[in-house]
């Protein structure tokens, strides 16, 4: 149980355009998605918390205009990087709470590499 | 920020060698958890602790809550190749609001 997809698992793009990426609880509902970022050899870095129905929570220093998330369902958040630049290439990973858990446990997707030509 | 200090940085051990590593903070933690990331991939959630004092076990691994809710350690039992990764430990802060703060990670590497 406890199973997070992410889409595409790779995507190359060119500077200028926006890209996509979905990330999806497949056997829970998930109340709280988490957006993270992490670059080689290093930790994961917290990007927002999403959750269901209302607007992103974002770090400090993460632009919202440029990483644009959707929690539109239970099962359902979007990462959108617009206007993207080599800069932001990196691996992107999605994570999870299940909806009604008393614990913080944390579910993550197997991440989507970013490559920004 | 919040930072937890995790270490060791990187191990590299025999087949069949014990393997301990541990997080610490000077800030106490309500959760604590253990995740195992391959390269390429996201974190896999090993073991999940709750209460200071709790000692889980999920195969060969073992992890304790500390006392003071300020560290946890793991422990990996007997390794074996496919043991090889970096594994990350997680704390949700006392009075926060739930977001988990990451450590940097230990890499260990298994020699057959």
């Known amino acids: 149980g406890a199973v997070v997809s992410q889409h595409p698992s790779w995507v190359i793009c060119k500077s200028g355009t926006s890209v996509k990426i979905e990330c999806r609880s497949l056997?829970?509902?998930?109340?709280?998605m988490f957006w993270y970022r992490q670059f080689p050899k290093q930790s994961l870095m917290l990007m927002a918390t999403?959750?269901?129905?209302?607007?992103?929570?974002?770090e400090q220093g993460v632009e919202k205009d440029k990483f644009l998330i959707n929690h539109a369902s239970l099962t359902l958040s979007t990462l959108t990087v617009t206007s993207a630049h080599p800069e932001d290439s990196s691996f992107y990973i999605c994570?999870?709470?299940?909806?009604?858990?008393?614990?913080?446990?944390?579910?993550f997707g197997p991440g989507t590499r970013l490559t920004v030509t | 920020g919040q930072q937890l200090n995790q270490s060791p940085q990187s191990m590299f051990i025999q087949e069949g060698e014990d393997v301990s590593m541990n997080c610490t903070s000077s800030?106490?933690?309500?959760?604590w958890l253990w995740y195992k990331q391959d390269p390429g991939e996201g974190p896999v959630l090993l073991i999940a602790?709750?209460?200071?004092?709790e000692l889980t076990s999920n195969g060969r691994l073992t992890a304790q809550f500390g006392i003071t809710r300020k560290d946890s350690f793991l422990n990996i039992s007997a390794s074996i190749p496919s043991d090889v990764g970096i594994y990350f430990c997680?704390?949700?802060?006392?009075?926060?609001?739930?977001?988990?703060?990451f450590g940097k990670g230990t890499k260990l590497s298994v020699k057959p």
């Open positions: 602790l709750y209460k200071a004092g």
């Open positions: 997680a704390g949700q802060l006392a009075g926060s609001q739930g977001n988990l703060i």
């Open positions: 999403s959750n269901e129905g209302s607007k992103a929570t974002y």
């Open positions: 800030s106490i933690f309500n959760t």
């Open positions: 994570s999870a709470s299940p909806a009604g858990w008393s614990s913080y446990e944390q579910y």
């Open positions: 056997d829970f509902q998930a109340t709280t």
